[in-house]
Nanobody, 116 residues
Framework: QVQLVESGGGLVQAGGSLRLSCAAS????????MGWGRQAPGKQRELVAS???????DYADSVKGRFTISRDNAKNMVYLQLNSLKPEDTAVYYC??????????WGQGTQVTVSS
């Protein structure tokens, strides 16, 4: 088991930036990858960014070039830098850990609201 706690969400105008943080309760080295997902009202949760133990990052097409995922293994932290935000990025953002090929663990989420 692992506890994932997100922070850093808030209200921002379109074009603005936010930095989300995720604190894990144990070593993130024990997971194949860490990621960030989001869920907008009335929509399914989607994975928008992931980063492997080796530091390889992948992004959903909708956020590529605007969002950047990073990790600090020493601090058991994962970050998501959100730039050039759009109203359609409004969602609850969740931190996730991938174990044995599945995104088994999710945090409680942090709300990001982008106003037009």
């Amino acid at each position: 088991q692992v506890q994932l706690v997100e922070s850093g969400g808030g209200l921002v105008q379109a074009g603005g930036s936010l930095r989300l943080s995720c604190a894990a309760s144990r070593s993130i080295f024990s997971f194949n990858a860490m990621g960030w997902g989001r869920q907008a009202p009335g929509k399914q949760r989607e994975l928008v960014a992931s980063i492997t133990i080796g530091g390889r990052a992948d992004y959903a097409d909708s956020v590529k070039g605007r969002f950047t995922i990073s990790r600090d293994n020493a601090k058991n932290m994962v970050y998501l830098q959100l730039n050039s935000l759009k109203p359609e990025d409004t969602a609850v953002y969740y931190c996730s850990a991938n174990s044995a090929g599945a995104w088994d663990y999710w945090g409680q989420g942090t709300q990001v609201t982008v106003s037009s």
